[in-house]
């Protein structure tokens, strides 16, 4: 029998989390290298992707903390992989990246945006998916997909407002509750 | 090649979403169980974060902020291993850590709690692991905090931290506690985990052995990140 160890239990990131993590946003300056809400590549489609998590009675979650992990614009994942982090704005609650739209990294798999949520509250990490309205036959196609309502679907789609930019709210709970997945 | 998949993590081997007693859960927690997927080539890659350099003072919180002089405070190395489920070292990984300063304060536009704030001090800090997975830190003990939740209730001194490994399923934001804390069963976020023996997995233990005599006292903490599966037998080494 093979003895394995016990993961390190999660606990909540708290609402001080931009000190160690985005120092930037609280007027302290970021260390160097530190990942914020830009990514540079040049292998795809600049875009936007903003939003507002939304607590159960609707309020913005104004302290929380997101990070993005994604293929390039070609597909491509491993050491060409693109990360991001945002935080919520401290009024409005709006998050927002800049990256690249992302090529499939799978095959039968429809493009998209692996995105966590950190912030008070939120006991461990939550995991959900960022897809786009433009792949609507893949997204159809997609095994990941079979086994959800179309409501359920439709929170993993963001919503294309204006020019390059996409729209992803995020529920962390009630009747438009967005998709959390166990990867 | 295919790396092969990690283990699913142990849901019960952490806090549920919803636990009531940590009030700031109730409107945050999902209600519908999470969809299990299968991970890809996404999942099992990561951000390569802790192959960047990190500056010379990120691990010394004693330093790394100062103005006129050391932060104030219970000198303490942090230091363990960062090891995957099945005991293997993990070089590289990237510890971010903040924490409150001596007095139980934050440098945080955020919090107003009347204890005063260390100038020399702003409670954020990294490093990365060695080929071995050690890591170290040097720092105050920070203090314990009161916060609204049952009326006061008190925070036990603790440490947050973030920890990338290889892929990005090995993901974790934590928090650490100290050995022999009376704060830590009363504290309703530790028990936002139902399990004390769980809870013990958070705790920090006080090491003499590796003190910096009249210097700093010294706590030990291993983090255990996801393991991938093993894709052939092994068989441990005698007397391991
Ligand atoms: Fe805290």
Redo the contacts with the bound molecule.
């Keep these: 029998m093979r003895e394995k160890l016990f993961e390190t239990p999660s606990q909540t990131a708290?609402p001080?989390v931009h000190i160690g993590t985005a120092p930037q946003s609280i007027g302290r300056p970021a260390l160097s290298g530190q990942p914020g809400p830009v990514i540079e590549s040049d292998t795809g489609a600049a875009i936007t992707l903003e939003g507002v998590v939304h607590d159960g009675a609707g309020a913005p979650v104004r302290d929380a903390m997101l990070e993005i992990w994604q293929a390039d614009g070609d597909g491509r994942v491993g050491p060409h992989g693109l990360f991001a982090r945002a935080v919520a704005d401290f009024g409005s609650g709006l998050y927002r990246f800049q990256t690249v739209k992302p090529g499939p990294h799978a095959k039968g798999h429809a493009p998209h945006i692996a995105l966590l949520i950190f912030a008070r509250g939120i006991n461990i990490h939550l995991h959900t998916r960022v897809y786009f309205p433009e792949d609507a036959d893949r997204i159809a196609a997609d095994p990941d997909f079979a086994r959800l309502s179309p409501e359920a679907r439709d929170t993993l789609i963001a919503k294309r407002t204006e020019g390059e930019t996409y729209r992803f709210d995020i529920h962390l709970q009630g009747p438009n509750e967005t998709v959390f997945f166990d990867i | 090649m295919t790396a092969p998949d990690f283990y699913r993590r142990d849901r019960s081997a952490h806090p549920p979403a919803y636990a009531p007693g940590y009030k700031s859960s109730v409107l945050r927690a999902p209600f519908r169980p999470l969809h299990s997927l299968e991970q890809t080539s996404l999942e099992r890659s990561g951000p390569a974060l802790g192959h960047a350099p990190v500056g010379p003072l990120d691990h010394d919180l004693i330093r790394n902020a100062a103005v006129d002089g050391d932060a104030l405070g219970e000198r303490i190395y942090l230091f363990g291993q960062v090891l995957d489920e099945n005991a293997k070292p993990v070089p590289n990984a990237l510890i971010e850590v903040w924490?409150?300063n001596a007095a139980g304060r934050?440098a945080h536009v955020k919090d107003g709690y009347l204890a005063p704030l260390d100038p020399n001090f702003s409670g954020c800090g990294r490093c990365v692991s060695d080929a071995e997975g050690r890591y170290l830190f040097r720092t105050i003990k920070p203090g314990p905090y009161p916060w609204p939740n049952n009326g006061s209730d008190w925070?036990p001194a603790?440490i947050?931290l973030s920890i990338f490994g290889e892929a990005f399923t090995q993901r974790l934001v934590t928090?650490l506690y100290f050995e022999g804390d009376p704060l830590i069963p009363l504290c309703p976020i530790v028990n936002t985990i139902p399990d004390a023996t769980v809870i013990d997995r958070l705790v920090a233990r006080l090491d003499m052995r590796n003190q910096e005599p009249f210097d700093c006292l010294a706590y030990r903490f291993d983090i255990v990140l996801r393991g991938q599966r093993q894709t052939h037998f092994e068989t441990r080494p005698e007397g391991a």
């Design positions: 708290g001080y | 924490q409150a934050y925070r603790h947050h928090q």
